[in-house]
């Protein structure tokens, strides 16, 4: 039986396992961290550790299998970071010196810990919340991504926020095409705030 609840404190190192095995554009990422945490340092722990009440979390009689985490003020939760879940990190992880074009996947994460980087203002003003879920391969396909995402919307809409963002690996095209399928839109942001690697998509409530 599957079961939809709130984030509990004893499901924090299961987030950070969830994130690792999701963390390579949906497919699982150990192979390339000497640190498995440090995408969950990013994706995962700062949701569930500063706004439990809006993460929530898959589990069935093998545990937890996925979450979907969010905040409804970006900008706020952004400072918050600063205040109160970068700090502690950047006295554990020295930043990242020397060619970027040479680092491996933990130093390029250290760097976003050290240097995190602002959504961009035209996402954040017309959707101000953003999500991030992940799900391990066996919840996939039976609707789980579904009821967690309408579980947090139905909260973000009793709590009258006006649209929803979130960000997508350019090479996770299943993750694209389940985004797509929901009433997500890809959004343009200005060249100079664009990625590469991230396709962003905006919905609103």
Do not use: C
């Given at each position: 039986m599957i079961s939809l609840r709130p984030v509990l404190p004893a499901d924090i190192d299961q987030l950070y396992a969830i994130s690792l095995m999701t963390g390579d554009a949906g497919k699982d990422a150990t192979p390339l961290y000497r640190d498995g945490r440090l995408i969950g340092h990013i994706y995962s722990a700062p949701y569930a550790t500063i706004h439990p009440e809006?993460?929530?979390v898959a589990e069935d009689?093998?545990?937890?299998?996925?979450?979907?985490?969010?905040?409804?003020?970006?900008?706020?939760?952004?400072?918050?970071?600063?205040?109160?879940?970068?700090?502690?990190?950047?006295?554990?992880?020295a930043d990242p010196e020397g060619d970027p074009a040479l680092w491996n996947e933990d130093q390029k994460r250290?760097?976003?810990?050290?240097?995190?980087?602002?959504?961009?203002?035209?996402?954040?003003e017309k959707f101000p919340a953003h999500i991030h879920m992940n799900l391990?391969?066996?919840?996939?396909?039976?609707?789980i991504g579904t009821a967690l995402l309408d579980r947090w919307m139905e909260?973000?809409?009793?709590?009258?926020?006006?649209?929803?963002?979130?960000?997508?690996?350019?090479?996770?095209h299943g993750g694209i095409r389940f985004?797509?399928?929901r009433g997500f839109a890809?959004?343009?942001?200005?060249?100079?705030?664009?990625?590469?690697?991230?396709?962003w998509f905006g919905r609103l409530l």
């Open positions: 809006l993460v929530f009689g093998e545990g937890v299998f996925g979450y979907i985490a969010g905040v409804f003020d970006t900008i706020a939760f952004e400072e918050r970071l600063e205040r109160e879940w970068w700090p502690h990190l950047r006295r554990l992880y250290i760097m976003v810990i050290h240097h995190p980087q602002r959504t961009p203002a035209p996402l954040v391990l391969s066996r919840a996939r396909g039976r609707g909260n973000a809409r009793d709590n009258g926020v006006k649209g929803i963002h979130l960000g997508a690996n350019s090479s996770n985004w797509s399928s890809p959004v343009k942001v200005p060249p100079a705030l664009a990625s590469e690697t991230t396709v």
